[in-house]
């Protein structure tokens, strides 16, 4: 199972919004509804943001929306703050009834 | 509160086995899946296998399969990962994490526990 593919860097000024893309197959991403995502800071452990595509679990700011067409999920960071300076991953379960990850994407904030 | 309070940091050689554990607290154990993940230096995330809830069935991922093994204690709620035959390249963060049954996402993590492989 290949990791998803996701751009490496991001960056974007404060106020800004920011795309993430996560591209893969119609056996992970485009298979089902359940695409999460994931905000890690340095050094800690990865926090859920968004689950089922375009879900916010309770407490995550709705700065954080996600979407997804065919095989590409999206995450989208609107009003981008200091505090969204993080590495960002997505995750698929697969029709092999696996998961797998994307591949980081390291936000900046200029 | 939910908590997942993993192992201490471990140091192994080539050829050994690690074994890292997962006590989990505050939620009703036998009602969520828990799953393994790690992060090598620098790298992204990589899925291992989990755990299930109902019965402690295990199910990993074709990268480790035959190397992994994951057991469970219920009376203790602690969950536990060992890797076989490790290599440089499971050097690496390894991460345990709580799914409730068909949700598809990991709500809580541990801290994680780092493992350095070197002879």
């Known amino acids: 199972q290949s990791a998803l593919t996701q751009p490496a860097s991001v960056s974007g000024s404060p106020g800004q919004s920011i795309t993430i893309s996560c591209t893969g197959t119609s056996s992970d991403v485009g298979a089902y509804n359940s695409v999460s995502w994931y905000q890690q800071h340095a050094g800690k452990a990865p926090k859920v943001i968004i689950y089922d595509v375009s879900s916010r679990p309770s407490g995550v700011s709705n700065r954080f929306s996600g979407s997804k067409s065919a095989n590409t999920a999206s995450l989208t960071i609107s009003g981008l703050q200091a505090e969204d300076e993080a590495d960002y991953f997505c995750c698929s379960y697969t029709r092999s009834y696996t998961y797998v990850f994307g591949t980081v994407t390291k936000v900046t904030v200029l | 509160q939910v908590q997942l309070v993993q192992s201490g940091a471990e140091v192994e050689k080539p050829g050994a086995s690690v074994k890292v554990s997962c006590k989990t607290s505050g939620y009703a154990f036998i009602n969520y899946h828990i799953h393994w993940v790690r992060q090598a230096p620098g790298q992204g995330l990589e899925w291992m296998g989990l755990i299930r809830s109902n019965g402690g069935h295990t199910q990993y991922a074709p990268n480790f399969q035959g190397r992994v093994t994951m057991t469970r204690d219920t009376s203790t709620a602690t969950v536990y990962m060992e890797l076989s035959n490790i290599r440089s390249e499971d050097t690496a963060v390894y991460y345990c994490?709580?799914?409730?049954?068909?949700?598809?996402?990991?709500?809580?993590w541990g801290q994680g526990t780092p493992v350095t492989v070197s002879s």
């Open positions: 994490g709580r799914e409730l049954d068909l949700t598809f996402f990991f709500d809580y």
